[in-house]
């Protein structure tokens, strides 16, 4: 039996979806919700021959949880590669599910990671931990910013510690700029009980598999943040490259060249957020514990600029991760 195959452009509201036959004339065109009933009709109308693609866009997974069960197979699309295949001046949702439909059924379409469901589960659990670790810091932040308005400052490195509780109360502050800290300070300590039970479920949770044996054989690096690497990781050989993976973590800087000039700018903080910061958090950690990476930290940072040099030892981290996944090998100090 001949396959057909179904492109889809994603919207918040609604989708637009293109079929085409194994010859690649349109069967059908459509529009339809994005809700679970109008989403569930559109499953139950599919051939069980038929492949699938979608953008990894809004909730591109949910999406594809729904119809997965009637078809042949799914298969997430790569954006930023298919934007650069597929570059045209007109741009309509029609256009793009047909593109779509067609890259599928040449098997021109550049994919993207599939996650599995039992990865996913725990990387709800990760990325939730992250957007309270981003917003405990952005009370931090608010605390010193009110703090700097009034021409105070506190020495403790962390203003919500006890040392620091001790600072502040020494300060001569005015009473609504009192009450906007203690505000502050009274939210961090709720988002350290959230954060505290979210880092035990992870840990709880975390799959014993070699990876995260291997992966805490780092130093620096304990059951939570491995769990960490791994989930947000997923299956290593997924990356061509150690240039591919420390792409996914954007711990890489962005290049431009020009002729003979050559201009090296910031990183480019792509791929995982919460990759990233682990990675700069266990690098702080295996530069004190590692002979090796310690003498590279002390030479970048002799250059003037610690946080170059942390980042750097974090891209050096990336790829001595890779290199020890792929190979199946333990760190070597």
């Given at each position: 039996m001949s396959k057909?195959?179904?492109?889809?452009?994603?919207?918040?509201?609604?989708?637009?979806?293109?079929?085409l036959d194994a010859n690649g004339n349109v069967i059908r065109r459509g529009k339809f919700g994005n809700n679970?009933?109008?989403?569930?009709?559109?499953?139950?109308?599919?051939?069980?021959?038929?492949?699938?693609?979608?953008?990894?866009?809004?909730?591109?997974l949910w999406f594809l949880d729904q119809v997965k069960p009637y078809i042949d197979s799914v298969h997430p699309a790569n954006p930023q590669k298919v934007r650069v295949i597929a570059e045209a001046k007109t741009k309509t949702d029609k256009y793009d599910s047909l593109v779509l439909a067609e890259l599928l059924r040449t098997n021109f379409l550049p994919e993207s990671y599939y996650v599995p469901e039992h990865i996913r589960k725990l990387r709800d659990l990760v990325r939730q931990r992250c957007h309270l670790v981003g917003a405990r810091t952005?009370?931090?932040?608010r605390i010193r910013h009110l703090l700097f308005l009034n021409g105070s400052k506190v020495e403790a490195s962390d203003i919500s510690s006890p040392k620091a509780r001790k600072q502040l109360k020494e300060l001569c502050l005015a009473d609504t700029i009192k009450k906007s800290v203690y505000q502050c300070l009274g939210i961090i300590k709720e988002l350290n009980k959230e954060i505290e039970a979210l880092e035990l479920e992870i840990e709880k949770n975390?799959?014993?598999?070699?990876?995260?044996?291997?992966?805490?054989?780092?130093?620096?690096?304990?059951?939570?943040?491995?769990?960490?690497?791994?989930?947000?990781?997923?299956?290593?050989?997924?990356?061509?490259?150690?240039?591919?993976?420390?792409?996914?973590?954007?711990?890489?800087?962005?290049?431009?060249?020009?002729?003979?000039?050559?201009?090296?700018?910031?990183?480019?903080?792509?791929?995982?957020?919460?990759?990233?910061?682990?990675?700069?958090?266990?690098?702080?950690?295996?530069?004190?514990?590692?002979?090796?990476?310690?003498?590279?930290?002390?030479?970048?940072?002799?250059?003037?600029n610690n946080k170059?040099?942390?980042?750097?030892?974090?891209?050096?981290l990336a790829i001595i991760i890779y290199v020890m996944l792929k190979k199946r090998e333990p760190f070597r100090k």
């Open positions: 057909n195959f179904i492109g889809v452009d994603l919207h918040k509201r609604f989708c637009v979806f293109a079929e679970f009933k109008e989403i569930s009709d559109f499953a139950s109308s599919l051939k069980q021959n038929t492949k699938l693609t979608v953008e990894p866009v809004l909730n591109y952005g009370f931090k932040c975390s799959p014993k598999n070699e990876d995260i044996a291997l992966l805490m054989t780092i130093p620096g690096i304990g059951i939570l943040r491995a769990t960490i690497i791994y989930v947000e990781t997923g299956d290593i050989n997924r990356f061509k490259s150690k240039k591919a993976f420390s792409s996914y973590t954007g711990l890489v800087p962005i290049v431009r060249a020009s002729g003979e000039k050559i201009y090296t700018g910031k990183i480019t903080k792509a791929g995982s957020r919460a990759l990233r910061t682990v990675l700069i958090e266990a690098a702080i950690e295996a530069s004190r514990k590692s002979e090796h990476l310690h003498r590279m930290n002390s030479r970048l940072t002799y250059r003037g170059k040099a942390r980042t750097a030892v974090a891209h050096k």
